[in-house]
């Protein structure tokens, strides 16, 4: 991922936390998506595609004419990846484990932040945040009832 597209991943997700972007629900028959409109021309599209237990996430960053940069993150483990994990305690030495957590991080942070945009997206999209707030009202009330 580029820095660019990392920078522009977390000024997605505290503008969202700020409440500053409203964001809804694509209809996709094959992942969860969400679209948020940057203003008449330009949108940010986060969409979730899972397979078991693995999942990608995908951030894109369009405009009428097309898109302007695109982001892809996933949690799947590699082949070799897969392979080391499964010769722990067969010979592996503990530095090939370091390189391996090394070389693996990044793409786990990336995961890590275009996972907290869905998740952000989605909690906008569904209302999840004023349905919490009314829920915490609705209980200082029977609180303050006792």
């Known amino acids: 991922m580029s820095d660019e597209t990392e920078s522009l991943a977390r000024q997605i997700l505290e503008t969202t936390n700020a409440g500053k972007l409203a964001w809804r629900l694509v209809p996709n028959s094959t992942s969860e998506e969400f679209r948020a409109d940057v203003d008449d021309e330009q949108y ?5 595609t899972t397979q078991g237990d693995n999942k ?3 951030l894109v960053l369009s405009n009428e004419s097309g898109v302007i940069l695109q982001g892809k993150a996933d949690n799947f483990i590699s082949a070799s990846t897969g392979n ?3 010769t ?3 010979g592996v030495t503990q ?3 370091t390189d391996l957590i090394s070389s693996v991080s990044p793409d786990l942070q990336r995961f890590n932040l275009f996972s907290d945009v869905f998740m952000a997206a989605r909690r ?3 209302g999840q945040d004023s349905a919490l707030a009314k829920f915490k009202s609705s209980l200082e009330k029977v609180g ?3």
């Open 88 to 90: 722990w305690g067969l």
């Open 56 to 58: 990608q996430i995908e």
């Open 95 to 97: 530095g090939a484990v």
């Open 84 to 86: 080391i994990l499964a």
């Open 44 to 48: 940010i599209i986060v969409r979730r």
């Open 144 to 146: 303050q009832g006792t």
């Open 124 to 126: 906008v999209a569904t």
